[in-house]
T-cell receptor, first 114, second 110 residues
């Protein structure tokens, strides 16, 4: 079973600040990691994927992966009110066609206030 | 375009009634999942299937049943044994990459 744990929320930041969301996972062989964003009443959408140790940047979003520490994070720079949503750390994947019981993290509710 | 279609978008269930939520994907994904989400909560796994004609219970399978007769389809039945079925239900599929979600079904008991 691949499990993830997210840092406790909810998280509230002022507009323009950096929001930091964290996730730890239990599976040492995982290779692929994903962050999803879910607006209220909507289905989750993929916003970042990361496969190698280090940082991956996409616009205002940066994903950071540390496989030795089994830790993945998401930074949102210049936070906007439109970033207010629940952020989900997805069960990491071990590569190939491995599936199994995939349990999402409990999610972190982010509120960006003007 | 490939994706997952969930229907209906809204569903109302009377006490003691069984209802079935549809999930169809045209992504050729092997694995499919059903999650339940309550207000302000995360996703809880109900059932999952990694291959046709095979499925396993997730963390909250009681009161639910599924079938996987075709690779594209993974319907979820909410039975009368599920005493608190009001929730948002999400179907997802995956292959070698991330997860694709349907748009969800909101089930309400009336």
């Amino acid at each position: 079973q691949k499990e993830v744990e997210q840092n406790s929320g909810p998280l509230s930041v002022p507009e323009g600040a950096i929001a930091s969301l964290n996730c730890t996972y239990s599976d040492r062989v995982s290779q692929s990691f994903f962050w999803y964003r879910q607006y209220s009443g909507k289905s989750p959408e993929l916003i970042m994927s990361i496969y190698s140790n280090g940082d991956k940047e996409d616009g205002r979003f940066t994903a950071q992966l540390n496989k030795a520490s089994q830790y993945v994070s998401l930074l949102i720079r210049d936070s906007q009110p439109s970033d207010s949503a629940t952020y989900l750390c997805a069960p990491p994947r071990a590569g190939g066609t491995s599936y199994g019981k995939l349990t999402f993290g409990q999610g972190t509710i982010l509120t960006v206030h003007p | 375009d490939g994706g997952i279609t969930q229907s209906p978008k809204y569903l109302f269930r009377k006490e003691g009634q069984n209802v079935t939520l549809s999930c169809e994907q045209n992504l050729n994904h092997d694995a499919m999942y059903w999650y339940r989400q309550d207000p302000g909560q995360g996703l809880r796994l109900i059932y999952y299937s990694q291959i046709v004609n095979d499925f396993q219970k997730g963390d909250i399978a009681e009161g639910y049943s599924v079938s996987r007769e075709k690779k594209e389809s993974f319907p979820l039945t909410v039975t009368s044994a599920q005493k608190n079925p009001t929730a948002f239900y999400l179907c997802a599929s995956t292959s070698r990459g991330g997860y694709t979600f349907g748009s969800g079904t909101r089930l309400t008991v009336v």
